[in-house]
């Protein structure tokens, strides 16, 4: 158990910060997902508009620590070649 201030307040703050960023994966995975369901029903106006949602998204997600850079990259490179498959 933690016994100095210092200790309280960083448990404190973890659990502050891991509900903030749980619901900034949530977020991100629930965009990728729409992104990948309008793939999936072949509906390219739809899955555009849900990648132009998800990308900065995920940018920010790297930007808060949260996403891997390259793991984000990678993610909008196969969701953009899928959606430019539907042409």
């Known amino acids: 158990m933690a016994n100095t201030p210092q200790a309280k307040k ?7 910060r891991a509900e903030i960023n749980g ?4 977020r991100i995975r629930t965009l990728v997902k ?10 390219k106006s739809a899955a555009q508009e849900a990648l ?12 808060r620590g949260v996403l891997h850079k390259n793991t984000a990259s990678r993610k909008f490179s196969r969701l ?8």
């Not at 132009?52 to 930007?63: L, N, T």
């Not at 953009?80 to 042409?87: I, M, N």
């Open 52 to 63: 132009s949602a998800a990308q900065p998204e995920m940018a920010r997600g790297v930007a």
């Open 10 to 16: 960083r448990i404190r703050r973890n659990a502050r």
């Open 80 to 87: 953009t070649k899928s959606v430019a498959a539907l042409a």
């Open 34 to 43: 729409k992104v990948e369901t309008a793939v999936a029903a072949g509906d």
């Open 23 to 26: 619901s900034r994966m949530s």
